[in-house]
Nanobody
Framework: QVRLVESGGGLVQAGGSLRLSCSAS????????MAWYRQAPGKQREHVAT???????TYADSVKGRFTISRDNAKKTMYLQMNDLKPEDTAVYYC????????WGEGPLVTVSS
């Protein structure tokens, strides 16, 4: 298992921005694609964005153009820059490794008010 620790949640008004971070332990970070997921109250967990080892991103349609995923392999950290936040972005956010799916941690809560 790889320990993944997310941080950066908070309360923000619609249209605002937040940046989430995901720090990984060990050396496995450098060789796997990483991804962000989220789960809103009463809904299933969903994929948000994925970043390749070389920082090539893909996004869910719901966040495309507003969110930016990136990684710093030297720091073993992945980021999710969230701009133009909407109330529907309110959720608990999680990072993980799609190829291996580590145990889900306790991700930060992002709350976007109207």
């Amino acid at each position: 298992q790889v320990r993944l620790v997310e941080s950066g949640g908070g309360l923000v008004q619609a249209g605002g921005s937040l940046r989430l971070s995901c720090s990984a332990s060990g050396s496995i970070f450098r060789i796997y694609r990483m991804a962000w997921y989220r789960q809103a109250p009463g809904k299933q967990r969903e994929h948000v964005a994925t970043v390749s080892v070389s920082n090539s991103p893909t996004y869910a349609d719901s966040v495309k153009g507003r969110f930016t995923i990136s990684r710093d392999n030297a720091k073993k950290t992945m980021y999710l820059q969230m701009n133009d936040l909407k109330p529907e972005d309110t959720a608990v956010y999680y990072c993980n490794v799609p190829a291996t799916l580590q145990p889900w941690g306790e991700g930060p809560l992002v709350t976007v008010s109207s």
